[in-house]
């Protein structure tokens, strides 16, 4: 089937949406994307038909609840590549997934160890590690970044030694958009011993992800980035990275045997999920996955990078207008808006039906890199189109000479 974003938003009820009488324009997709039809009806069906407690239930939906759940966790290992679906964990999200190997890795270091992160940075993908070196005495260093927003690879070539026990780095700034060369980085990282961790999550809406070929750790991600609902993510580790780590959360499930003198833990994947988890989630971004293996990651990004180009070559027509980051970009375009703040700027274009975020977008130290508070961002999903760029840019116009 030919890549046809006209016919997709179709399928994404939401996006019949009116703001202010004009249809919505939405642009914040990677704050979070929308969810098709088909995966809101993944949700509703498991309340309609399978809803029950997972594992070890000797009746009928149990069994079926279990049957979906993993069957979910074997579409997610094969769209990652991963060797086995044991070495894919259900998690909150990205959040949850980078706290779980942050807190898991508290006995690998200890003082003269250190993480390396990058300025390109989610607070999600630095504050853990923070908390990680506080209670370890290990030191936090920063891969800096260029002012295109390319990290400078030539600093992380200083900063990588055997010192280095950790590599945490994101795959695709949810800020710049920025691509960086994480495949390259870990081999580095891995030659000098390191751990790595990959924050995919704003990489797997736009791009198809092999975790055997990327040689990472470990690599975290969250459904409603991905046409999936919130509260549900995704840990994936190499069996022996997650093997070596010692559970996080205590809990049911999490066990094999328990007494009041000791327990012992159950296998992968199961180790790392204490609790019920969150079995709708699952099956819903199982859904979503099937989605956009349909229409084709490539098709989505090819789709998604014209209408980015397009969107940087009408807005810095704007007089005033800065964009950030590099000329390829993954899904986002943020910009400024000369004299103007992002805020009003943001609420403005909002009254023309178009939806933006603004603000430091979770990325604090980038953006005093690059001496601002906050940006506008335009981020974008395979539901997007031509017509979504116009509005976009005849908003931004209309906004400028309103606000100067
Ligand atoms: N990392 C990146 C690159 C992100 O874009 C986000 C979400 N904006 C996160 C981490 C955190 O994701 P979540 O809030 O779903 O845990």
């Avoid at 044991?86 to 270091?109: K, R, Y």
């Avoid at 780095?169 to 891995?190: C, D, I, R, Y």
């Avoid at 699952?282 to 980015?308: C, K, Q, S």
Wanted: glycine residues 8%.
């Amino acid at each position: 089937m030919p890549f046809d974003p006209e016919t997709l938003r179709h399928e994404f009820p939401i996006l019949a949406t009116e703001v202010n009488g004009r249809p919505l324009v939405y642009l914040d997709n990677a704050a979070t994307t929308h969810n098709p039809r088909r995966v809101i009806d993944a949700s509703s069906h498991y309340y309609e038909a399978l809803n029950s407690n997972i594992h070890r239930g000797t009746h009928h939906l149990a069994r079926a609840a279990t049957e979906a759940h993993e069957k979910a966790r074997e579409t997610v290992a094969a769209h990652l590549n991963a060797a086995s679906p044991d070495e894919v964990i259900f998690t909150a999200g990205t959040t949850d997934g980078v706290n779980l190997v942050a807190n898991c890795l508290t006995p690998s270091l200890a003082e003269g160890d250190e993480i390396l992160i990058s300025t390109l940075e989610h607070h999600s993908n630095i504050v853990p590690w923070q908390m990680l070196a506080e209670r370890t005495g290990a030191t936090l260093k920063v891969i800096p970044c260029h002012d295109d927003g390319t990290l400078d690879q030539a600093a992380f070539s200083e900063l990588i030694s055997t010192r280095t026990k950790v590599l945490a780095l994101t795959w695709v700034s949810n800020a710049f958009g920025t691509v960086s060369p994480v495949v390259e980085m870990t081999q580095s990282a891995k030659a000098v011993g390191a751990q790595v961790l990959i924050d995919a999550a704003q990489a797997v809406p736009h791009m198809s992800i092999d975790v055997q070929a990327l040689g990472a750790d470990f690599l975290v991600f969250s459904g409603h980035k991905i046409y999936a609902p919130t509260g549900i993510g995704i840990l994936w580790g190499r069996r022996e990275a997650l093997e070596s780590l010692p559970p996080w959360r205590g809990g049911g499930e999490m066990i094999k045997e328990v007494s009041f003198e000791k327990t012992t833990y159950n296998d992968l994947p199961f180790k790392f999920e204490a609790g019920t988890p969150n079995i709708e989630g699952g099956i819903a971004l199982a859904a979503a996955i099937d989605f956009v293996n349909e229409l084709g990651m490539d098709d989505i990004r090819a789709h998604e990078d014209a209408l980015i180009r397009e969107a940087a070559e009408r807005l810095s027509a704007i007089d005033g207008i800065h964009l950030y980051g590099p000329d390829d970009r993954a899904g986002a375009l943020s910009f400024k808006l000369e004299g103007v703040h992002h805020y009003d700027l943001g609420t403005l274009i909002d009254q023309m039906g178009v939806a933006v975020r603004t603000g430091h977008h979770c990325c604090q130290p980038l953006m005093a890199r690059f001496g601002i508070t906050g940006t506008t961002r335009a981020s974008f999903a395979a539901y997007n189109t031509h017509a979504d760029v116009e509005a976009l840019a005849t908003a931004v116009s209309k906004a400028a000479m309103m606000l100067r």
